[in-house]
């Protein structure tokens, strides 16, 4: 299945890759990015109390994703989203894909929060949400690599392969990006993928169910 000729059919990929680019214009625009960064972006030791923001700390994980470092930053995020996003809100529906995305972003932080509680470094960028949709995509989109009878038992060994790719790609950027000086929530970017695999299957029953 190819992506829709149209965006009526993918209004709610549309809707948050505007929603995501108007933000970091803005915050760009205004020269807030460390204001953006502190304020809206995932603090892990925030939960322990040990520092507080403007924001509650359990909306962070939303706010994060609107918040990003620079142009190529939301620029290789945005691209990923309306590749993926279009194909997956065709077959999930527009519902489903609101609720990947936010259990996505949810799942990021909490994947970045179980590796580096205390950290005091905020977490920024959609990657985490988007990961998650790239994990459905995969799953929906994704060449079975397995010849199996038992079509479930097809679908997990495929998944658990994606998952393996996934994170021997986030290890390999992380150290890459780490050798600039630059850091990567790999953590986050595997929690994302890992609930979009699990979710995938779910949602599609859901939407045809409520049909």
Known sequence: MRPPDSWSTARVTLILTLVTAAAWLIVALLGAD???????GFIPDRIGGHSTGAIPVW????????V????AHIALNLLILVFCGR????VLGPVNLVILYLVGA??????HWLMQPDSPVPMIGASGAISAVL??????FGRNRVRVANPTLARWINALWLMAAWVGLQIV????FASAGIGVAIAAHIGGFAIGLLLANPLL?????RA
Not at 34 to 40: H, K, L, P
């Open 34 to 40: 460390n204001w953006a960064a502190f304020e809206g």
């Open 59 to 66: 909306l962070t994980p939303l706010t994060a994703t609107l």
């Open 68 to 71: 990003h470092a620079n142009f």
């Open 87 to 90: 194909p997956t809100e065709n």
């Open 106 to 111: 949810y799942a990021a932080a909490g994947a």
């Open 135 to 140: 994990g459905a995509y995969s799953i929906r």
């Open 173 to 176: 950027v992380g150290i890459t």
């Open 205 to 209: 029953l859901f939407r045809y169910r």
